[in-house]
């Protein structure tokens, strides 16, 4: 079942929540977490830095990730 659009004040959403605001999958997002130009602080976040990278868990900012898919908008 997709996710709903998640309308919150925070500005840093889980992988699944930040992923279904901006029409992406979790995986897609955190491959474009990598592939893009995303920024540690700036975009995302890490909540458990301790951990191995793949147990690594993220928060996003999909206000700032959406400014920068779209820069015209």
């Not at 491959?31 to 996003?60: D, E, I, M």
Request: with cysteine; glycine share 4%.
């Amino acid at each position: 079942m997709p996710r709903k659009k998640v309308t919150r004040k925070s500005q840093w959403l889980e992988t699944a929540d930040a992923a279904a605001d901006l029409g992406l999958t979790p995986s897609q997002l955190l491959t474009l977490r990598v592939s893009l130009p995303l920024q540690a602080g700036k975009h995302y976040r890490c909540k458990n830095p301790q951990a191995s990278p793949q147990g690594r868990r993220y928060l996003f900012n999909p206000n700032r990730i959406s400014e920068l898919l779209n820069p015209l908008q």
